[in-house]
């Protein structure tokens, strides 16, 4: 499982999110706050879209309200070469 960390500000937190999200490959997203401290965690399964996502995009626009400076870090599900 590979690991990325991005440092973003709260207006742009819900349009990351969602970009990280389209890529397909992410299977967990967690907000820290600028001390550290973990504000939430998101595990995101293979395939899901729509309506599934919309109580964890809500979550995420109300995260963004509150916060200033935040880091995502996503876990992607390293993708193994086909034989």
């Known amino acids: 499982m590979a690991k990325e960390s991005f440092n973003i ?6 349009n990351k999110v969602k970009e990280l999200i389209a890529e397909g490959n992410v299977s967990r997203i967690t907000i820290t706050d600028k ?6 965690s ?3 399964t293979y395939g899901v879209v729509g309506a599934l996502l919309l109580p964890v995009l809500a979550a995420i626009g109300a995260i963004a309200a509150l916060v200033t400076d935040c880091t995502i870090t996503v876990e992607r599900e ?3 070469p086909k034989q």
């Not at 500000?9 to 819900?14: A, F, H």
């Not at 001390?35 to 939430?40: N, T, V, W």
């Open 78 to 80: 390293e993708e193994h």
């Open 9 to 14: 500000n709260g207006e742009s937190l819900l």
């Open 35 to 40: 001390s550290g401290k973990e504000i939430a």
């Open 42 to 44: 998101f595990p995101l």
